[in-house]
């Protein structure tokens, strides 16, 4: 082997590895040692005992299962709508409905009190704010698109005989749906589920924001304990309570997405046009869950004075006491923020797509698991670990501005690798044969092969973890910050937090910026994908 | 100088797919490789390319020992069964690719892949993207793409296989023509026996592994030596003999085995007088205008070529021309 393909090799693996190693493992292995240590274990196994403690345990997984039926329920007629029916606009159905899974968490939260102020239920007997219903309604609108799309490609694929076999045998299209559909459909509800219920269990800015101080989850517990008060000891314990249980719930979600990946063939035929009924109804259903939140948004962001106007986007560029820069200033900050992390994301996840793909199978699994760990683990995890970590030489990185950036890119990683590695591994490997039969060196391979074909995927990614940065708020509000590098989701939350109607104008307007911003990203360059050859659903 | 390999073996996971291999090309010269899936054709056809590892035995261009020399080192073309088109380049970026590889300028390129397209038949194709071709389309764009480098050898793996029978035997026709044009060393892996005596100077047969006769057409039809090659190269009447060398169609060998019949030899006269070899026709089939006729010879199947036409129950008289007993070892 030549020196110049060993050192290559040696990158492909010691870059990532290195990566995620320093502000992924270091953090959480700090969290364990101190929290799993003789001081922190006394703190930890005394928290049992506190009613507190079983509250926010309690309330944390309640809200999570009843967040997660209802995303169900909510979306599986329209995943029968995209599944076996065709209608005018379906791929402008299946784009929006799942851009409210990549808006920013501050965003959808920004909506919400949109809505509760536009329909007067900030009090009185029908109040929303600060109450459970406004979170598991925020949490809906979220990982609808979770289930419409997991269950809705499985179901799309599903042998549809079955069903008519029953038909023909008496059963009602209600009684075929439950008694032949619906347990076929159990692998990929399974799947969905769980990955809605990780997501709600590790909720963090919608429960912030909607909650209030009194609906308190594990998540915002450590955040408190660690920002708020500065009690980073008994953040630590909670932290790896929260550790724990999301450990568990990924391996989880990786066992039955594995059993959701049984290999089926499509049976062709001809896809029957939508009942007017079905259509109205899902429409009607989901657009009051997805569409209304949006919607008022945007008309707040534009009501001012009495009437409408940009005011509201004009004053984003003033300066206010509250922040120490403008929102537009704030905005700035996220966009370099994003893009930098974006390059780190698309090198680290370029680099471990093709050790998964290409590697000895020990590196090979190990990469893949791994580096899908900062995706799985919360915001907590992330920006607790990275908190208490790398605060003292040789890693102090509390005043770099690297430490943000580096954060956001150990979860965009995940994204990429999501759409690249399922692309090379659908690269027929007679393609690099045929390739080297016609002369070119397996480097060369990989740059004519290789490289062109992922080139899509690779943009596809960049452009979800480009969306993820630009909206990240968990972890960023844990990190140790530099007033003039404040975020744009940071920026919203403080507007958000903070009463009187001119702020709430300007955070509605910056909140629509940031959510035009997010969708674009993603709906551009995931349509361009699309044209192409990239695999993978996220 | 041309293709030797010198005791090829190769296994997968401890099984042996290729077992002790020794294969000589002439200069220009057309050798197929014959045998039914499974019998290691297509390993060989990857370990002569340097895809496969041999654990044992050489590979040599003339004195040059190719086995440790790198796939894209060898100069040896090959060209797949499923085409394997590189879906991300029109039909000149793939044509090209082994030119441009291989630093070839720009303009000479266009120039050759022109060339290369007239070649096989697909003038003016160049600039169509690769999933709009039909089957035999994309089959003629994968040869001028393995042609376009002029490989010192090249290697086709069943290139007419995923084709339907009309397209495949007008190909044939025309790649036969076309590679001795050419005077192109050519190693061709098939199954299918009509290909191969439609493409060969030599036909070398293999079966679990070993190359178990290699001829020109005309020494192996004559003569296939074992119940596998007879088979392999379509012979249908094969004969299991007693003690003593006797079966139901009277005394054929010394001993006991197999024998074949060709069916070439075989003369089918109406109307049997008595004492000859009488079949009774079970079933018929016309092919090519010929009636091919299924008999039962005291009960022994034959199958047996004729110019007439017949009905079931129909009898027939047999006779064996010289040459038509060939005897089969095991």
Request: aromatic residues 6%.
């Amino acid at each position: 082997m030549g020196t110049a393909r060993w050192v290559a090799r040696v990158l492909c693996v010691v870059v990532p590895a290195a990566f995620l190693g320093v502000f992924f493992l270091y953090p959480v292995g700090t969290i364990l040692v101190r929290g799993l240590g003789a001081d922190g274990l006394d703190r930890l196994l005394g928290l049992p005992g506190r009613a507190s403690f079983r509250g926010v345990v309690w309330f944390t997984v309640w809200q999570a299962t009843v967040s997660t039926l209802l995303t169900v329920v909510v979306a599986l007629p329209g995943a029968h709508l995209l599944a076996r029916r065709r209608f005018r606009g379906r791929a402008l159905f299946r784009a929006a409905t799942t851009v409210p899974f990549v808006l920013p968490t501050v965003v959808v939260g920004g909506a919400f009190l949109a809505l509760f102020d536009r329909f007067d239920l900030v009090d009185g007997p029908l109040r929303a704010t600060r109450t459970v219903w406004a979170i598991l309604a925020a949490h809906v609108f979220f990982n609808v698109a979770v289930v419409l799309r997991t269950v809705g490609s499985f179901w799309e694929g599903l042998d549809h005989r079955p069903e008519e076999q029953a038909r023909v045998l008496g059963a009602t299209p209600w009684q075929a749906f439950r008694w032949v559909t619906l347990p076929r459909l159990w692998p990929s509800i399974a799947a969905a589920s769980s990955i809605v219920f990780l997501f709600c269990f590790t909720s963090f800015g919608v429960i912030l924001i909607l909650g209030g101080p009194t609906r308190a989850t594990l998540e915002t517990e450590v955040w408190r304990h660690a920002v708020f008060r500065g009690d980073l000891a008994s953040a630590t314990a909670l932290a790896v309570v929260q550790f724990v249980a999301v450990l568990a719930m990924v391996v989880v979600v990786n066992r039955l997405q594995r059993r959701r990946a049984v290999g089926q063939r499509p049976v062709r035929r001809k896809v029957p046009r939508a009942g007017a009924r079905l259509l109205v109804g899902n429409l009607g259903l989901l657009g009051a869950v997805l569409g209304l939140p949006v919607a008022v948004l945007v008309e707040r962001s534009l009501a001012a004075d009495g009437g409408w106007s940009l005011r509201n986007y004009a004053a984003l560029a003033d300066r206010i006491n509250l922040l120490p820069v403008s929102a537009v200033g704030a905005l700035r900050n996220s966009l370099l923020f994003a893009i930098v992390a974006t390059g780190l994301a698309v090198v680290v996840g370029g680099l471990a797509s093709l050790v998964v793909v290409h590697g000895r199978q020990a590196a090979s699994r190990a990469f893949d698991l791994g580096m899908m760990l900062p995706l799985g683990a919360s915001a907590v995890t992330l920006g607790f670990g990275m908190l208490i970590a790398l605060d003292e030489p040789p890693l102090d990185l509390r005043s770099s501005r690297w430490l943000v950036p580096v954060a956001h890119a150990l979860v965009g990683v995940p994204f990429v690798m999501r759409t690249v590695v399922p692309t090379l591994r659908s690269i027929d490997r007679r393609l690099r044969e045929a390739a080297a039969t016609l002369g070119a060196s397996p480097a060369r391979v990989r740059r004519e092969v290789d490289l062109p074909i992922a080139a899509r995927a690779l943009a596809v990614g960049a452009g979800f973890s480009f969306a993820v940065s630009l909206g990240e708020f968990g972890a960023t509000s844990f990190l140790p910050r530099n007033p003039d590098r404040l975020t744009a989701p940071l920026a919203l939350f403080r507007l958000l937090g903070t009463p009187g109607e001119t702020l709430r104008g300007q955070a509605m307007a910056l909140a629509v910026v940031l959510m035009v911003l997010t969708a674009a990203s993603v709906l551009a360059i995931e349509g361009w994908g699309r044209r192409g050859s990239v695999r993978g659903d996220l | 100088m041309s293709l030797r390999v010198e005791g090829l073996t190769l296994s997968f996971d401890g099984v042996p797919v290729l077992d002790g291999i020794d294969l000589e090309l002439a200069a220009g010269e057309v050798v197929v490789l014959l045998g039914p899936s499974g019998c290691g054709k297509s390993t060989l056809l990857r370990a002569i390319a340097g895809l496969e590892r041999p654990s044992e035995g050489q590979v040599w261009w003339g004195d040059e020992d190719l086995t440790v020399v790198a796939t894209h080192q060898r100069g040896i073309g090959l060209m797949f069964q499923d085409h394997a088109l590189f879906p991300h380049r029109d039909v000149a970026g793939n044509v090209e690719f082994g030119l441009r590889v291989a630093g070839m300028p720009a303009d000479q390129r266009t120039h050759r892949v022109r060339q290369t397209l007239d070649l096989v038949g697909l003038p003016g194709f160049g600039d169509r993207r690769v999933d709009t071709l039909s089957g035999g389309e994309a089959q003629r764009v994968a040869l001028a793409r393995s042609l376009a480098t002029g490989p010192r050898l090249l290697m086709l793996d069943e290139p007419l296989g995923s084709l339907d029978r009309a397209l495949r035997e007008r190909l044939t026709a025309e790649l036969g023509e076309l590679l001795r044009r050419l005077g192109q060393a050519v190693v061709h892996v098939t199954h299918d026996h009509d290909e191969a005596f439609a493409l060969a100077d030599r036909i070398a047969v293999m079966g679990g592994g070993r190359l178990v006769r290699v001829g020109t057409p005309a020494e192996l039809w004559a003569d296939p030596r074992s119940v596998h090659a007879a088979r392999c190269l379509g012979h249908e009447n094969l004969v299991d003999l007693d003690g003593d060398g006797g079966c139901p169609l009277g005394r054929l060998g010394d001993g006991p085995g197999t024998v074949l019949i060709r069916g070439d030899r075989l003369i089918v006269r109406p109307e049997p007088p008595a004492g000859g070899l009488v079949g009774e026709v079970r079933r018929t089939s016309i092919r090519g205008g010929r009636t091919l006729l299924d008999l039962d010879v005291a009960g022994v199947a034959i199958r047996a070529w004729w110019d007439g036409t017949a009905t079931i129950g129909d009898r027939v008289e047999l006779v064996l021309a010289d040459g038509a007993i060939v005897p089969l070892a095991g």
